[in-house]
């Protein structure tokens, strides 16, 4: 059996005010992300993870130096986990850009294209792949994955087994802790969304 430790990244002064990444954007965590980050790492002590793998986002890759630095294992960065690229409506809030989504059908959503942006069905599938990577790489170990809030909310219904509507049911926070177990085929979570450390 595997195990697989999804951790949204933390706090960054864009995600304080509500407003949209963009693809490749290199802000850092703010002083809240790193004691948040800290705080995880010390939770995450618990499950003995092997790796830690971090999306190439330079927030989730610093979140993720943090996490390997105090567990003392090693960090890949990856391709494919990156945020979902919403090209044009980076630097808009998250109610903007829900203001052009919501009179759209699930269907059209899910093949929705931002303007120089990317699907929800293109960003679903490249992370799939990522993860699917690391489960075949990591055969009966502890992983953790190091990522964005919407990259884990999009694949909740992948890890679920659920329709594509259940990803609206999920707002990962800030370093937050969310684990599967993955055994014959089947995933089966473990914790959703734990903050219990940041408290």
Known sequence: ME???????GQTKKNAKGIIHAFGDEELLNEVGIEQINKAANKLREFSPVVVYSSKGRRATQSGELISQKLGISLKALDGMEERNWGDSAGKTWDEVVKVLSGMSLEERYLYTPPNGESWKHFETRLIAVINKILSENKNKTVVVVSHGGAIRALMPYLLGMPGDES???????????IF???????????????????
């Open 3 to 9: 195990r697989i430790i999804l951790v949204r990244h």
């Open 168 to 178: 609206f049911k999920h707002k990962p926070d800030n370093a937050s802790i969310t």
């Open 181 to 199: 177990d993955y055994d014959n085929g089947k995933f089966s979570p473990v914790i959703l969304n734990d903050i219990k450390h940041l408290l």
